[in-house]
């Protein structure tokens, strides 16, 4: 059965850190997404067994993380401010999904290449 449940979301004050955690199925590539009210749902972070990839609006910030044995994905966001506010979606691949830019390969950022998604999490952040 595909599972992916997104919890930990909430208020907090811009330069505030948030834990975000999603119970998953045993999927190899892992993404995480985030839509903010009017706009389009945009990638934030992915992960697969040895790699990590992030957008550079939250590099430097947001780290992700996969307990395996627990099939659970963590993403811990820092530094938080009033744009980072969205619903935050995990979700998952079955394979490797990979993208490749001038001549380096990471885990995919598309969200095409996710099959399975989560109900999603609140995060607001305030000024």
């Known amino acids: 059965q595909v599972r992916l449940v997104e919890s930990g979301g909430g208020s907090v004050q811009a330069g505030e850190s948030l834990r975000l955690s999603c119970s998953t199925s045993?999927?190899?590539?892992m993404g995480w997404f985030r839509q903010a009210p009017g706009k389009e749902r945009e990638a934030v972070a992915s992960?697969?067994?040895?790699?990590?990839a992030y957008v550079d609006s939250v590099k430097d910030r947001f780290t992700i993380s996969r307990d395996n044995a627990e099939n659970t994905l963590y993403p811990h966001m820092s530094n938080l401010k009033p744009e980072d506010s969205a619903v935050y979606y995990c979700?998952?691949?079955?394979?490797?999904?990979?993208?490749?830019?001038?001549?380096?390969?990471?885990?995919?950022?598309?969200?095409?290449?996710?099959?399975?998604w989560g109900q999603g999490t609140q995060v607001t952040v305030s000024s």
């Open positions: 979700a998952g691949a079955s394979g490797l999904r990979t993208q490749c830019r001038g001549g380096r390969c990471f885990p995919s950022l598309r969200e095409v290449d996710f099959d399975y």
């Open positions: 045993e999927y190899t590539t």
């Open positions: 992960i697969t067994p040895s790699n990590t």
